[in-house]
């Protein structure tokens, strides 16, 4: 009886140990990202992955993805030309993951920062910096491989904004740490710029200011309510040095720059924010 009994406990060991692994892997390993992106139509199959932002890029030419009305002198990035699951064509993406996605029938540009990292860069920056800036690439790729916390995407098509009206509606999804949307503007070849921004986790509108790696409030503003899930309008205005932010049609800020502004522009937002975009419009003076 003794042995039979002892038979089973040392037949019984290995079973006990091979459960308490299973329940261990389940129960407090990291949960692992979801396959299917929320953003991206649903997979005809099981096998369905996303196609790297880097390697979509490489496609050919998309058409319809900037409209320019000449009557107004706007350009308009609607994104309904773009790939849907590539890396966008109309916008360059220095820091994050930046990619063409769908909100129900509309096409348009996500930030998802579900794969942020603090300080890295996005993929085949060095090309897109030579794009943008030519033989001063070298400087602008110092800097943004330097301070790169903060993801933004250039938009094509504008070497120097000056004075005059940007506008994009934005629609936030998700994002623990921040859920911000911004214009950037004022983008020089050094990396430094200004960013408008609005994020429903805090409910204010910020003006940055990123120089030299170093990023300050220029004006804020408080009890500015843009709920996430839902599509609101950023609005900013430039006047020689004043510049005005506006949400939904309300301006909430007004301030006044040390200089007047003048170099690139595009999107800027936060760590883990997922963040749609749609409309970005460029109307310059």
Known sequence: ????????????VPSLVLAGFFLYQHSFRKAEAPRQLEYLPVARTSTFELVPAAVAGETGPTAGAVTKQKKQQAILFDFSGETVGAAPKSFTAAVGNWIIGKD???????????????????AGLADKARALYGKRYAEFLDNVTAYAYYPF??????????????????????????????????????????????????????????KQGRRSSASWVRNVNTPSRQWHTLKLTVEGRVVKGYVNGRQY???????PVGGRVGLWTKADSVVYFDDYRVIPR
């Open 253 to 259: 800020l007004s301030y006044q720059l040390p200089a």
């Open 153 to 210: 995407a250039v938009a094509g098509d504008i070497e120097n904004f000056t004075n005059g009206t940007i506008t994009v509606k934005f629609k936030s999804i998700a994002g623990r740490i921040d859920q911000g949307a911004g214009i950037l503007f004022d983008l020089k070849p050094n990396g430094d710029y200004y960013a408008l921004r609005a994020n429903p986790l805090e409910n204010n509108l910020v003006l940055w200011r990123y």
């Open 1 to 12: 009886m003794k042995r039979m009994t002892k038979y089973c406990i040392t037949a019984m």
């Open 104 to 122: 129900g029938d509309n096409t348009v540009l996500v930030v998802d920062g579900r794969k942020w990292e603090r300080g890295v860069a996005s």
